[in-house]
């Protein structure tokens, strides 16, 4: 069973450029979830989404950034205009339901973004 | 705001030492408590926690859970080089939100 994959592993974008990155859940689950991770910071939410619908996007910036989960293919986070700031590590997780706290989330390896 | 500190943020060991890692939480409506190893890439679950005074044991590492203190402790036994990585506590926002709110982490580096 392949977990979470997110590719690219690593991307660099010049400032101004897009940065899309690709997360596809574990087969059958219809639940992700991004953070993000600032170097010496602890994991960040980001947005919660199902199939086709953005359930809770209160952790995302309100400009550049946006994420869609189509119901075929993978769930994309696409950030606008990318800045230096935004250089971090950007984890995925995926589960089969809307977790009752009895399911742990699974984590994707990550896509480390760096801005130059 | 719901918070999670973890202490200490980093700690240096020699191989065979027991280490104690701690994580206190102010959230409402507590449900669970999380805990996580993160090495260079994906942080791999470690441990879900409801219930305090149970022990959750996995090999060297057991944890347990404190309701009335708000906190966990994570312990780690006759350490090895291996368990060298990033530990993140995490606990479940308030209100039925889906979201984790994580600690900054605790850097454990074991020294051969």
């Known amino acids: 069973n392949a977990g979470v994959m997110q590719n690219p592993r690593h991307l660099v974008r010049r400032r101004g450029q897009e940065a899309r990155l690709r997360c596809s859940p574990v087969?059958?689950?219809?639940?992700v979830y991004w953070y993000r991770q600032l170097p010496e910071e602890g994991l960040k939410f980001m947005v919660y989404?199902?199939?086709?619908?953005?359930?809770?996007e209160s952790g995302m910036p309100k400009e550049r950034f946006s994420a869609e989960f189509p119901k075929e293919g993978p769930s994309i986070l696409r950030i606008q205009q990318v800045v230096r700031g935004d250089s971090a590590a950007y984890f995925c997780?995926?589960?089969?339901?809307?977790?009752?706290?009895?399911?742990?989330?699974?984590f994707g390896n990550g896509t480390r973004l760096t801005v130059t | 705001e719901d918070k999670v500190v973890q202490s200490p943020l980093s700690l240096v060991v020699h191989e065979g030492d027991t280490v104690t890692l701690n994580c206190s939480y102010e959230?409402?409506?507590?449900?669970?408590l999380l805990w996580y190893k993160q090495e260079k890439k994906a942080p791999t679950f470690l441990f879900m926690l409801t219930s305090s005074g149970i022990e959750k044991k996995s090999g060297r590492l057991s944890s347990i859970l404190d309701k009335k203190e708000l906190f966990s402790i994570l312990n780690i036994t006759a350490t090895q080089t291996g368990d060298s990585a990033v530990y993140l506590c995490?606990?479940?926002?308030?209100?039925?939100?889906?979201?984790?709110?994580f600690g900054k982490g605790t850097k454990l580096t074991v020294n051969p």
């Open positions: 995490a606990v479940p926002a308030q209100g039925g939100s889906e979201k984790l709110v």
């Open positions: 997780a995926s589960s089969p339901r809307s977790r009752s706290y009895n399911s742990p989330l699974h």
């Open positions: 989404l199902q199939k086709e619908n953005i359930i809770d």
């Open positions: 959230v409402t409506n507590f449900r669970s």
């Open positions: 087969k059958g689950h219809s639940h």
